[in-house]
């Protein structure tokens, strides 16, 4: 828990970075400077080149130019103690390349004083190692802005609209933060608390915001007209679905919703065959229209699966073609050609089991019988 976190460490309440109160851009930048990368993981004091920022950090000329033209380093080794601090906190080279080239300035910050407390704060709440490189790459923005005025409010906000921690850090796993929005953290605490007067269980809002806080942090008025369309179709409050459509429908604009009805139209659904569908399985009309007309293809032409089967169990149709149709479908013909299983077993409910148990339930248990089960499944699964 972050409180622990502040009762250890009480003066990072006041730390502030003058640094990143200045306008960097204003500052000029000597080319003397650079090293980065050392795949030993241990980076030495030295010079930070323009053919650095090039070769090691992954900028291009240009923009390695304009840096170098625009930011000055008054301590040459600063950029290489940053360099070592994420490097100690679980960055590989190429994320550590991959991290510099979206947010070039944080070479500028200090390691100890302004980066330390932001990672500190984040591992106590529950960011592991493994976690803490890919949440700062897809949010570059929090190494660069206050921990006391940014950081931990945001984290407030987020807490009180979930469970528990573990919960906080799968939304900053899941999401693309912009913490100076003001408005963003405001919209979502209207856009909770309008569920919960619909009565959704706490369980499913921390299933919306933990998964999908792009959704919950979205603009107010998008978020009451997804709810309204979601409560039109019917759907239940009370149950994890609603929240499932509620995604659908704040990411899917009108005309790809309505492209969706036509393409299903060309295998039989009716409008209420895919309303009725989508209340089974909201995520289905995500599905891009390739994968669709791939899919509905496979199933219908080549298996021989009716579309009134697939409208009834319409969440098989989110699984891979290559990876899982095929081969399973490899291993269900060869099988029922042997008598080993009932002819008219159902493909969709082999479709929608785990791979481990499609695995237990017809390839090991029958291995013995019939020992090409195994080559034809992985041989499909390599096609």
Same mark, same amino acid.
Request: with cysteine.
């Given at each position: ?89 679980g960055?590989?080279?190429?994320q ?27 591992? =106590? %709440?529950? +960011? ?5 490189? /890919?949440?700062?790459?897809?949010n570059? @923005?929090?190494?660069?802005?206050? #921990? ?65 806080p792009?959704?919950a942090?979205?603009?107010? =008025? %998008?978020? +009451? ?5 979601? /409560? ?5 409050? @009370?149950?994890?679905?609603?929240? #499932? ?35 089974k ?9 390739k994968k ?7 199933l ?8 009134e ?14 990876k ?60």
């Open positions: 828990m972050y409180q622990f976190f502040i009762a250890r460490f009480p003066h990072y309440r006041t730390l502030h970075s003058n640094f990143l109160c200045r306008n960097a851009f204003s500052l000029f930048f000597d080319s003397r400077s650079f090293s980065v990368s050392n795949t030993n993981h241990h980076h030495q004091p030295g010079n930070f080149t323009l053919s650095t920022l090039v070769n090691s950090c992954g900028l291009s000329p240009e923009t390695a130019l304009k840096l170098s033209k625009r930011l000055q380093i008054k301590n040459p080794n600063g950029p290489n103690a940053v360099v070592q601090l994420l490097t100690n906190h960055f590989s080279d190429s550590l390349r991959s991290y510099i080239k979206k947010h070039p300035l944080v070479l500028l910050s200090d390691a100890e004083k302004t980066l330390l407390p932001k990672i500190q704060f984040l591992q =106590s %709440i529950g +960011v592991s190692t493994t976690d803490l490189p /890919k949440i700062l790459i897809g570059t @923005s929090f190494l660069s802005k206050s #921990l006391d005025k940014h950081l931990i409010p945001r984290y407030e906000v987020i807490r009180s609209l979930v469970c528990n921690d573990k919960e906080v850090v799968s939304a900053l796993k899941h999401g693309s933060w912009n913490l100076h929005c003001g408005w963003a953290v405001n919209d979502a605490v209207l856009n909770i608390e309008v569920l919960r007067n619909l009565g959704v269980p706490q369980g499913c809002i921390s299933l919306l915001v933990s998964n999908f792009g959704i942090f979205t603009k107010h =008025s %998008i978020f +009451v007209e997804a709810v309204n369309s979601v /409560k039109e179709i019917g759907f239940d409050p @009370s149950k994890s679905n609603f929240v #499932l459509a509620l995604q659908v429908f704040a990411k899917m604009n009108k005309d790809i919703w309505e492209s969706r009805f036509k393409i299903f139209n060309k295998w039989g659904w009716s409008r209420d065959i895919c309303l009725s569908a989508f209340l399985h909201p995520q289905y009309m995500m599905i891009s229209e669709i007309i791939k899919a509905m293809n496979f219908v032409n080549d298996v021989g699966v009716s579309p089967e697939i409208a009834k169990r319409p969440g098989i149709l989110n699984r891979n073609l290559e899982t149709f095929i081969p399973r479908w490899a291993v269900v013909k060869i099988l029922k050609s042997r008598g080993l299983i009932k002819s008219d077993l159902r493909i969709s409910s082999v479709i929608s089991i785990s791979e481990k148990k499609f695995l237990e339930r017809y390839v090991t248990r029958f291995q013995k019988d019939v020992p090409v089960l195994l080559d034809a499944y992985n041989g499909h699964m390599s096609d």
